[in-house]
């Protein structure tokens, strides 16, 4: 049981998938190696004396101001002000530089330029200064958080703009890193008319090695999602799958998951739309966009990928 490109409903247009993509063996970098790292955090984050605790995932350094965390099996280092992190009852902020602006039928919340300007300069210079700035950097930038007030039907009260988060993808040859395990994320607060640095989360295995892998081509490349017994019970039951998201890069896992092989998949959301219903349940899946067999062609397996 499966679906074909024609079963799917698809709000976004559908990828050209090269017939090779790249595939990445990475390093881990080890506690010695990220100790730089953390101590340029412990000392940004001014957290004093700090008790170390060997925890299951890695080692961290914590005190009443904070903590800043090594993960093991990624070498991600993750660091929080819990004096700033207390700062604000809710999700509400008021940011002096910042406007709402409509995008087609979207509506969010923009910082202005000099405002955007101080927390890139602030956050590479951070980031230089921890030595977390690997290859493979891509376009930076900054979002804020929203918050939405509702009623009890669940009609839109008011709505207003949170934290702002700085956000830094990576790439290889010009594919991107998609999944938990390849991201930069600075958190900031606007606390007593200063930009406050609240929270950050690095996790990116350095690439050591890149081979071509073949695809087979888009229709090949999207096997998983055409496969998938869930959607395909769905729309065989009279339902219709409907794809608003689609992204094709090299998955990479969580930090708490160790990962030597970074392979091609597919990142697919979209929404299951029931026989004669208007409600929509959304869903969200990644599925390798390359067979085991195409990468045993290159000497390369992996236990978290399909054999």
Do not use: N
């Amino acid at each position: 049981m499966s679906l074909s490109l024609s079963d799917i409903d698809w709000r976004v247009a559908v990828p050209d998938v090269p017939a090779e993509l790249p595939v990445a063996t990475v390093a881990t970098p080890s506690y010695e190696e990220r100790l730089h790292a953390v101590r340029t955090l412990h000392e940004r984050f001014t957290l004093g004396a700090t008790v170390e605790i060997d925890l299951p995932e890695g080692v961290a350094h914590a005190s009443d101001r904070g903590e800043v965390q090594f993960f093991a099996a990624s070498g991600a280092v993750r660091a929080r002000d819990a004096r700033v992190c207390r700062a604000f009852p809710d999700q509400r902020r008021l940011w002096d530089d910042v406007e709402e602006v409509i995008d087609g039928t979207e509506r969010r919340f923009v910082l202005g330029e000099h405002t955007s300007a101080m927390l890139f300069q602030d956050a590479g210079e951070l980031l230089r200064a921890a030595r977390l700035l690997p290859d493979g950097l891509g376009d930076v930038d900054v979002v804020l958080d929203e918050w939405i007030k509702l009623d009890e039907s669940g009609a839109e009260l008011d709505r207003g703009p949170g934290r702002a988060v700085v956000r830094a993808p990576y790439s290889v040859d010009g594919v991107p890193f998609i999944g938990a395990g390849a991201k930069t994320r600075l958190a900031y607060e606007p606390v007593g008319g200063r930009l406050a640095l609240a929270r950050i989360f690095h996790v990116h295995r350095p690439v050591v090695e890149v081979a071509l892998v073949r695809t087979g081509g888009t229709e090949r490349a999207l096997t998983g999602l055409l496969r998938d017994p869930v959607l395909a019970g769905h729309q065989q039951a009279g339902g219709r799958v409907a794809v608003t998201r689609i992204q094709v890069g090299l998955l990479a896992l969580p930090a708490v998951v160790a990962q030597r092989l970074v392979a091609p998949a597919v990142a697919v959301a979209g929404v299951l739309q029931g026989a004669g219903d208007d409600a929509e349940v959304p869903f969200a899946r990644y599925y390798q966009a390359v067979s085991a067999a195409a990468l045993r062609r290159v000497g390369l397996a992996a236990a978290h990928l399909p054999h």
